[in-house]
């Protein structure tokens, strides 16, 4: 629960409005070879793509980032919980290992305080 409640505080048209959902942020950090990672993350996500994306597995925002040692995916989900079922779905692992991606070094998932500008 955020903040006491089941409500995710949101800022639009500079006021605060609540959501009623409990939202959370999905980092996962992938150490390698940062050429190979991105190769892979694209061949996955052209994939997940063409299956109809993510979106209806409760992701609501992705952003993909690579340093010079890993590749990071950050993204907001509607809950904890569907970020797990996905990750660790049969699916999403045979996908990933299908087109050379590997498991994430480190999985973080934070409850999300805010989101601005909105979703």
């Known amino acids: 629960m955020l903040g006491g409640g089941p409500f995710c505080p949101l800022v639009t ?11 959370a942020m999905m980092i996962a950090t992938f150490v390698g070879d940062v050429d190979e990672l991105t ?18 597995f409760g ?11 890993a ?5 907001v ?10 990750w660790v779905s049969d ?3 045979s996908l990933l290992a299908g ?4 498991e994430p070094t480190e999985l973080t998932i934070l409850d999300l305080h805010v989101i601005e500008p909105p979703l």
Request: glycine share 12%; hydrophobic share 35%; net charge positive.
């Open 13 to 23: 048209g500079g006021q605060w409005v609540y959501r009623s959902i409990v939202a």
């Open 39 to 56: 190769a892979a993350y694209d061949r996955a996500h052209e994939l997940i793509g063409q299956r109809g994306g993510a979106a209806r």
């Open 59 to 69: 992701e609501l925002r992705h952003h993909c980032a690579t340093s010079d040692d």
């Open 71 to 75: 590749l990071y995916i950050i993204g």
């Open 77 to 86: 989900w509607e809950s904890a919980d569907h970020i797990r079922r996905r």
């Open 91 to 93: 699916e999403m692992r």
């Open 99 to 102: 087109v050379g991606f590997p």
